[in-house]
């Protein structure tokens, strides 16, 4: 979890903060406000942070793409709860976000190079996968 003690006017905070993070090059800022800059960056942090979290992911969603051609996400993630357990970061917040099934997913059909799962408007619209799924080990 990212946190600061800038001081100023909000809109020069605001700047300073999304010049201090280090994962712009796989966003663009630009249509985001600072709490999703936030989110975002928290994820990215997240995902690099906990690589297990994204192997389950891919495990299990290509375990289902096999068989579907279509999927929810949410019980997926839901399902990585029960496998995780306390594999993940013992300092997160919240062992798996229900906010990162956006991110997750959207690199996963990013990785496969198909829709599997179905994507609502999100700020993680904002983030280049491209690059993040070229980054996978």
């Not at 800038?6 to 905070?13: A, F, L, V, W």
């Not at 936030?38 to 289902?64: G, M």
């Not at 496998?83 to 919240?94: K, M, P, S």
């Amino acid at each position: 979890m990212i946190s600061y003690a800038i001081k100023g006017k909000p809109e020069e905070i605001e700047e300073q903060l999304f010049q201090l993070h280090a994962n712009r090059q796989y966003y663009d800022p630009t249509n985001l406000g600072f709490k999703a800059g936030i989110l975002i960056e928290n994820c990215i942090e997240f995902h690099k942070n906990n690589p297990v979290v994204w192997q389950t992911f891919y495990d299990l969603a290509l375990t289902i793409s096999k068989r579907k051609n279509h999927a929810g996400v949410r019980s997926l993630w839901e399902n990585m709860r029960g496998q995780l357990g306390l594999d993940v970061d013992a300092d997160a917040e919240y062992k798996l976000n229900n906010d990162y099934t956006a991110f997750y997913s959207r690199l996963f059909n990013e990785v496969i190079q198909r829709d599997f799962f179905t994507m609502k408007k999100s700020i993680f619209d904002e983030v280049y996968f491209d690059i993040l799924a070229r980054e996978l080990p």
